[in-house]
């Protein structure tokens, strides 16, 4: 019998909902019993404090673009807990950052003879948004290369009212990948807990292009916007709204925590591409104040001109309510 831990690998461009359903995977098959990694692209570690129910103990890779030493180190440590207490890790899951190759992942599996003889990979998924996915897999290798060594899509969001019919998105899968298979997140028959079911894997598909082998030759950059006061909610949602509206194609993904007037608690922020997603309340145990701040993942734009539009937007208090065409004529990055 193969005792070895199984391994799914979670993929998907930034925002595609990779979290979202690592988090449902976590629900059906229990957070306690699994080890998680999370790499994410950005300057502070954000994504396990913006989910309820993220495992604490998750290993973080904060460096956007993992190295090859930082994957196995994460996997090694992990194997180190499975060992230590050996009954209750019972699989792993490896979430990639959404601007990461999954590759070197795969060949740290691979390679590195001890993790072989304590982990075997079962499949890596990859999380493709229904609004914004087809025009990711159009603009950004990093889709492409993600998609190209998945052996299964997801569709996400296919509930929302913009999202893509799913043959359409198929259609544009296998213009990359000729046999790759779509299921739907939303769908009933769609159950979590297969991802890990045991059928042989295939080996990685071919790369189409090279990956870049320290990632750091990405056009992304991230940076992070302290937002320590409690904002005033109608007008930051105006102001975010307008700034991805103008600006979606270059701010690829805004997510953080903030303390608003119109909760008690935190409300966390995902903003991808031109979509803001509806803010989730965390619990108000989770609240610290140093927690609260926006991570920007950006390219061709600079960031001076969306810290200063924030301070004239939102941190200047108005003597009078403004109009709501004055205020979005106050945005300097347009
Ligand atoms: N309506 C809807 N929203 C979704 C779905 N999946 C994800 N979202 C939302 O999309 C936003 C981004 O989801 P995440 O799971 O954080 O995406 P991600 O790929 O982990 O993001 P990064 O780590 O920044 O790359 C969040 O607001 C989610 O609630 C879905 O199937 N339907």
């Known amino acids: 019998m193969d005792d070895r831990l199984p391994v799914l690998i979670v993929t998907g461009f930034l925002g595609s909902g990779k979290t979202t359903l690592v988090q449902r995977l976590l629900q ?10 999370v790499n994410e692209f950005g300057e502070v570690a954000v994504d396990n404090r913006l989910y309820v129910g993220m495992p604490d103990d998750a290993e973080i890779i904060s460096n956007g673009l993992a190295r090859k030493e930082d994957i196995s180190r994460a996997f090694y440590n992990i194997v180190k807990r499975a ?28 390679e590195d003879a001890w993790l072989k003889a304590n982990l075997r990979l079962v499949r890596v998924v990859s999380a493709v948004d229904a609004v914004a996915g087809i025009g990711s897999i159009d603009t950004y290798s990093e889709t492409r290369q993600q998609i190209a060594v998945s052996d299964l899509a997801i569709l996400t969001k296919s509930d929302l009212r913009a999202a893509v019919d799913f043959d359409a998105v198929q259609l544009k899968l296998r213009t990359l990948v000729p046999d790759l298979e779509l299921v739907d997140a939303q769908s009933p028959e769609f159950r979590e807990e297969e991802l890990f079911a045991e059928d042989s894997r295939t080996f990685p598909r071919p790369a189409i292009q090279e990956p870049s082998a320290s990632g750091e030759t990405s056009d992304f950059q991230s940076f992070v916007l302290p937002i320590t006061e409690t904002v005033d909610w109608p007008l930051f949602t105006l102001w975010l709204s307008a700034l991805l509206f103008a600006h979606g194609d270059r701010i690829v993904r805004v997510k953080g925590l903030l303390k608003t007037d119109a909760s008690r608690g935190l409300l966390a922020i995902h903003g991808v591409q ?33 810290r200063s539009s924030y301070q004239r937007f939102v941190e200047r208090r108005f003597p009078r309510a403004p109009t709501a065409s004055s205020r979005f004529s106050s945005i300097p990055c347009n």
Request: aromatic residues 2%.
């Open 274 to 306: 031109r979509t803001m997603h509806p803010p989730t309340h965390m619990p108000e145990k989770e609240a610290r104040p140093d927690d609260c701040h926006l991570v920007f993942i950006v390219h061709s734009i600079d960031q001076a001109s969306i």
């Open 83 to 110: 060992k230590a207490d050996k009954a209750k890790m019972k699989r792993v899951i490896f979430e990639t950052s959404g601007l990461a190759d999954p590759t070197p992942v795969i060949a740290v599996l691979a």
């Open 28 to 37: 059906r098959i229990g957070g306690e019993e699994t080890g998680v990694i």
